[in-house]
């Protein structure tokens, strides 16, 4: 694996998803192969799990790790090519990016949909950009359209958790005040497809995620139909992709309750977190035992650790 963008860039998710659950049962194993090796934590924007899931990850694999918040440890970055640079970005991505591929042998970056220009989001610059400048593997910690780290998580969750073969698996969009980026339920949706389930996204009109991160998911409008006899229901706000970036609803009863957790077959609740409580999802599910999302969180250290892994043994 010389660079984890998206899931294109896994050759074989089943062996990825086991590398993380020999990682948990065995996390310092391979502790020479990073040895003398450095990853660079590069961020646009707010961690609390996935800053210190892959410093751990990282620390585990024996490598060392420098950590920084861009545009507050370091200059603002311009990421547009051939622009007068006259505003308040000091530095373009040209040098930054390839003077911190001068310090590390990896690159990890995160980046948020900016929500104003979806043409823009959906290119992916930020990633883009440091692919091409840094000169050394580039992995994804949360970019404008996807967060790989997270579903790769959320997949070895899942393997460790489901009750038959081919469980149901259902994806719903949760009420939220202010507009959020799609790239998580993307990213779930790309990935569960390359998996043996029932997919099902639910969420009200207008919210309909980019057809080539539903592909072959039944999409259903109707919440409490969609959860009916479900496995996993994975819960997460996302704003408007059609009407972009734009908050269509907040209704209140798309929030996940025990009411609709009991629609279900005993199903368990996942959510990349952070959640906000009652708003999202009731107490009462989240203290529940159906609740996944400490599980799910204290997994992405092991699916940081398959991806370096795979990564450090490609330089
Ligand atoms: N799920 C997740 O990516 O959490 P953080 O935003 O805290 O890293």
């Given at each position: 694996m010389t660079n984890f963008l998206a899931y294109d860039d896994v050759t074989d998710l089943n062996a990825l998803i086991q590398e993380g659950l020999n990682a948990k049962q065995n996390p310092f194993a391979d502790q020479a192969l990073g040895h003398n090796k450095t990853i660079g934590l590069i961020f646009f924007n707010s961690s609390l799990r996935t800053r210190m899931s892959t410093q751990k990850a990282a620390q585990n694999l024996g490598m060392n790790v420098i950590m920084m918040n861009v545009g507050q440890d370091s200059w603002g970055l311009e990421m547009e090519e051939g622009t007068v640079m006259n505003g308040d970005?000091?530095?373009?991505?040209k040098e930054a990016a390839a003077v911190v591929?001068?310090?590390?042998?990896?690159?990890a970056v995160r980046a948020f949909a900016g929500l104003k220009d979806r043409e823009q989001d959906y290119r992916e610059v930020v990633m883009n950009q440091f692919k091409k400048?840094?000169?050394?593997?580039?992995?994804?910690?949360e970019s404008a359209t996807r967060h790989p780290l997270?579903?790769?998580?959320?997949?070895i969750t899942i393997e460790e958790f489901k009750v038959r073969k081919r469980p149901k698996i259902v994806l719903t969009w949760l009420p939220h005040f202010k507009p959020l980026p799609q790239a998580v339920a993307n990213s779930f949706c790309e990935w569960i497809n390359h998996t043996d389930a029932e997919f099902v996204v639910t969420h009200p009109e207008g919210y309909d995620l980019a057809p080539e991160f539903v592909g072959n998911a039944r999409v259903s409008y109707n919440q409490n139909e969609a959860f009916e006899g479900a496995d996993f229901i994975y819960g997460k706000n996302w704003s408007s992709y059609q009407h972009y970036g734009q908050v269509l609803t907040q209704d209140p009863s798309w929030m996940v309750t025990m009411d609709k957790m009991r629609l279900t077959d005993n199903g368990k609740f996942m959510h990349c977190l952070p959640v906000r409580r009652n708003m999202k999802v009731t107490d009462e599910v989240l203290d529940s035992p159906q609740s996944l999302v400490i599980e799910q969180a204290a997994n992405r250290e092991w699916s940081a650790q398959a991806v370096l892994k795979g990564v450090l043994q490609s330089l």
């Open positions: 970005k000091a530095e373009h991505v591929g001068k310090y590390c042998d990896i690159v400048y840094a000169g050394v593997p580039i992995i994804n910690l997270q579903s790769l998580a959320d997949c």
